[in-house]
């Protein structure tokens, strides 16, 4: 089991800028995909981006590209995503996630909530 903490979240105006982090506490010796998802007020929880072990693969639903960037410092055992030109659209709690190199995402962090103001 992986424990996430996600942190960063807040009210920003649109067109502002926003990077959440994440801190994982990882199982020693394994090596594992991370990633973002949101979930607006009513909505499913959807994907935004994500960034394999070496990052050397990354991912961003088509709605964020050009907008978001999904990083990670392993040696610091942290992900983040930077987030700018924010819409309100872009409201939603905000969720890391962890998956094992070949399987899902298994594990998630409480959220952190993102408000866009208009």
């Known amino acids: 089991q992986v424990h996430l903490v996600e942190s960063g979240g807040g009210l920003v105006q649109a067109g502002g800028s926003l990077r959440l982090s994440c801190a994982a506490s990882l199982r020693t010796g394994s090596r594992y995909s991370m990633g973002w998802f949101r979930q607006a007020p009513g909505k499913e929880r959807t994907f935004v981006a994500a960034i394999s072990w070496f990052a050397v693969i990354t991912k961003y639903a088509d709605s964020v590209k050009g907008r978001f960037t999904i990083s990670r410092d392993n040696a610091k055992d942290t992900v983040y995503l930077q987030m700018n030109s924010l819409k309100p659209e872009d409201t939603a709690v905000y969720y890391c996630?962890?998956?094992?190199?070949?399987?899902?995402?298994?594990?998630w962090g409480q959220g952190t909530q993102v408000t866009v103001s208009s």
């Open positions: 996630a962890a998956a094992p190199d070949g399987g899902d995402f298994d594990s």
